[in-house]
């Protein structure tokens, strides 16, 4: 598996992604809150179909920095922010 950072496009900015492995869920493309505010407007609603269909791709929208964190932290991170939704 890969830990490099990806670049998905959306209004000609690029917005960086990687794959990582979650416990019991294997691989999932996660990005940025950065991209996840630039797909969606102030009412909920996606900004186009394209923005549709990039967010179906992405898991997990995590903050900016965070994205080039240690494999192994990011997993931690991710996995107690699901674990805290289901309380």
Same mark, same amino acid.
């Given at each position: 598996?890969?830990?490099?950072?990806?670049?998905?496009?959306?209004?000609?900015?690029?917005?960086?992604?990687?794959?990582?492995?979650?416990?019991?869920?294997? $691989?999932?493309?996660?990005?940025?809150?950065?991209? %996840?505010?630039?797909?969606? *407007?102030? /009412?909920?609603?996606?900004?186009?179909? #394209?923005?549709?269909?990039?967010? $179906?791709?992405?898991?997990?929208?995590?903050?900016? %920095?965070?994205?080039?964190? *240690?494999? /192994?932290?990011?997993?931690?991170?991710? #996995?107690?922010?699901?674990?805290?939704?289901?309380?």
């Amino acid at each position: 598996m890969t830990t490099d950072i990806e670049f998905i496009t959306n209004a000609g900015v690029k917005y960086p992604t990687r794959y990582i492995s979650i416990c019991n869920l294997g $691989e999932v493309l996660i990005s940025t809150t950065a991209l %996840n505010n630039a797909l969606i *407007d102030f /009412n909920g609603a996606y900004h186009s179909p #394209e923005a549709t269909q990039i967010d $179906e791709r992405i898991f997990y929208f995590i903050e900016p %920095n965070d994205i080039f964190l *240690d494999e /192994n932290k990011l997993s931690y991170i991710i #996995e107690n922010e699901l674990d805290d939704g289901y309380d």
